[in-house]
Each structure stands twice: as structure tokens, then as C-alpha cells.
């Protein structure tokens, strides 16, 4: 028995239709030999992806104002496709420093190992990227506000001096979402977003995606994330398609509830620093408030001592934060950074310990009272 599209019936529905195939049936022989010609849209094997994952990639590349779009198994196996896709061995590679973590350890530990130079900038470093560029830059990689430190970058400032060097530029929009920033409107290349934050919505899923509106970069990426086995669940698809039903809403509402409590927190005397965009102290928030129109679920803060006890009593004295890494689902999340990891960095606005919070959709009051709590046991502890 096979099973066909079913789009000459009269069945409708409003929830999309599951495709699961390793192997895509063809009609005769001289399809089955010409079956390459297929791609990067079409089906010819199902790693290339099936009905199901092209709606998925129509809505993004909807979402992102993009004529393409790649969907992976994870965030960061999005980040590494593009990587992988564009750049060889004599290529000079320059990665913002508040990069997602995984990204700056690929490029470090493998990229570098293959030939590729790779360098670290100050996320911070605007127009004067250009200094950096070497006649065998290839790519820059961005993501704004950064990984736990949450820099704003100054993304038409790079993407400007990229075009006039022909540089690729990749950024990681996963923070803002489309929602609040469309990355290929500020003139980045190919935009990335972990699929396992804000689109799944619901921390029971991994998924990336990579969008763009360059045909051939295109034809490169769908053939990349081919050869580099990166096949992605129909299941999961199904339900990233449904998460995405509620988005907007829920990240509209989890921003709201963040800023609250962003707020809140940076008037408690323990704390010494709140790292948020959408807060007039933050560095970043004239940035923000010129290029972005929202902000996202997720912030850090540093404390005033660092001390491994308190921060212990803090944590252990958590009731309604589950911790955890990951972030942007409908439950709250808090995780810990140690001061070594910013230590270790080569441009961090700070030496101290971070703690990040992702903000759900729970009562904020309830979440306050929480980290009220936490803070108290924390100064007990000191
Ligand atoms: C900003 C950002 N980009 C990428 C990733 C990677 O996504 P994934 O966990 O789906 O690999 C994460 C995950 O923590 C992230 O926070």
C-alpha cells in the first residue's frame, strides 16, 4: 500500500497532517534517477524532510519576513549547519564572544582544528568590526542581547560593514524571536532560532531553523543539512506547528511578566546588576529601544558577594523556579553561571557569577515572592 498527499480529497482540518518517511516513493524509473533535481524544495529522501516539515519551514520563513528556510534537530545543530555550510579550512571566522556557548566551543575545538581561523570579538564592538576584517573573513557570527551576559549588539552597525567586505553574517535572534527583531530586515544574512525556545514553548522539544533569502546560499544549506545527517521528527515538527499557534501571545505576555519582574529585582539591595535590555539602566537599552520592538523572556543578574554558600541557600531555598538550563517555555526557569565561566572569557562585562531566569506564564506575584524569599536566604547565608 502507498500513501499519497491526499490534496485531491475533500478532507480538511485545521491541524496539520503528520508525514513520517525514510523513503520517499517515486512513479516511475525516470524520476527515481532524477530524483536530486529535487532539491532543495522537493522530497527525494527523507532526510531532506517530508509535507510536514515544509510547513513548518513556510510558516518560519513567514514569521522571519524570509524567502527560505532550514529547519534542524536542535539550536545549536542550526548554528553549526550554517557554520558548516560556509566555511572551509583558510577561511577567517569571527564569532561574538557572548556567542552561544556550544557555537564557541565547535569553532574553537573543532573549526580551528580544520583549518579556520577563529576569532573572538567584543559583542560590543559595533562599526569598528571592520578593523578585524582580514581578505579571508568569511563569515561574523552574532546573537543579541548575548548568551547569559545579554549584550546588545549593534547589528545594522556589522551588517553595514559586512556588505561592503562581502562578509556572511549569521545571527542568533532566538532572544527577541521574530516577533521583536527580523534579522534579515537589519540586513543579517542567515538568522537562526532555537525552535526548542519560544516556537516549541513547552520544554519537551529540541528544533532549529535557519532562515534566509539567498537561493543558492539555500541550495548549500538544504544539501548540508543532508549530508551532515540532520534529520528532524515529524512528531516534533507537529508540534513546534502547534506551539507556534500560541506564540505571540505567550511570549507578549511572558515579556510583560519579565519586565515586571526585571524591575523589581534591580531595586532589592542584594542585587548589584540586572542584565536586561529593556531596562533604562541595562547598556545595551539604547540599542534595544532603536532596533527592536520588544523584549524577550529572559534575563541575568549578578548578586553583590559572591559567595558559594549563599548562593546555595539561594537556590536550595527555590519553591516555584525549577532549575534547570533552557529557557522561553511556559514554566520559569533559573540556572547558575560561576564566576570562572565569565573569567574564562575573553571580553565579559563581568568576573562575577550569573544567575539567568527565564520567565513563564505563572502568577508574577507568586515568582516574586519566590525570589524574595531566595534573596533573604541568601543574606542569611553570607
Ligand atoms: C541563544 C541560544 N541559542 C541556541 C541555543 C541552542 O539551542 P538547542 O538547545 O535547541 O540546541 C540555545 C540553548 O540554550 C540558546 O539559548
Redesign the pocket.
Known sequence: MQFKDPKNNSFASLSPAVWRASTVLFDNFEDFISRKSRQPDGYSYGITGTPTSRQLETRVAELEGAKHCIITP????A?MTATMAFIRGGDHMLISDSC?G?LKTFSRKWLSQMGVEVEFYPPTIGKNIEELIRPNTRMICL?SPG?VTMEMQDIDAITSVAKIHNVKTMM?N??ASPLFFKPLDHGVDLSIE?A??MFGGHSDL???TISLNNFDDYDVLRETQSVLGQAVSPDDIFLVLRGIETFELRLREQSKQTQHIARWLEQQPQIETVMYPALESDPGHQIWKQQYSGAGCLFSFTLKEDSDDAIAAFFNTLEVFPIG???GGTHSLIAYYPAEQQQARHYSPTSKAIIRVSIGLENADTLIADLQKALNAWQHAL
Open positions: 536542535s539550536g545549536q545543530s548554528l552561544y556550544a546573537e548568551t542568533d532566538t532572544w532555537a526548542t525556545k529540541l528544533m532549529g538550563a533552557s529557557w
